[in-house]
């Protein structure tokens, strides 16, 4: 599969919203903050979680440009222990997408530190085919770059897209995102 790569840097505080949705600050590596966007919450994946995670991720239509999502329940449960313990160790950071009225996650935004200390990270995202066109992921999507950038101290994030993802790379360029290359298998 051949890939593009993605970069996007932080943006000019001037050119950020006037309003922004809600952060409550926390320590991120002891437990994410919780981020509130007008029709969801991002907050800390839970195991109780796993259940609605595989329901959503394990489509044909969601899991055909992503990483091989976990194939079992018991895999999203050990995903999100997996990714409690990253976290922890300050090397990932991945919140659930809860829609305002569910109480469990429709998809995910991650980050991963791609070399010591977030210099250079790796960010991704994947949400329930039901949920696409909604906003969430453009209002989502802002407000996890801006915990990039702003809490983790990133200074560079890299995407990775399937090249037949067109509505992921259109997604991606409507971010400020600028393909850099082509990575083959």
Known sequence: MIATLRSIQPRATAMRPATQPSTVATNWKTALPVLAGSTFTLREMAVEDAPSLFAMLTTE??????????????????FIMWAQRERHAGNYACFGIVPHGMTTAIGIFQV???EPGF?????????????????????GAHLVLDFAF??????RLEARAAVANGRGNGALRKLGAV???????
């Open 112 to 114: 991963r530190s791609l």
């Open 150 to 155: 702003d809490v983790i101290g990133a200074r």
């Open 179 to 185: 393909q850099e290359g082509l990575l083959r298998r």
């Open 61 to 78: 239509e969601v899991a055909r440009f992503i990483s091989p999502p976990p194939t079992t329940v018991e895999g999203f449960e050990r």
């Open 119 to 139: 210099g250079t990270a790796e960010w991704g995202f994947a949400m329930g085919s039901q949920f696409w066109g909604s906003g969430i992921f453009a209002e």
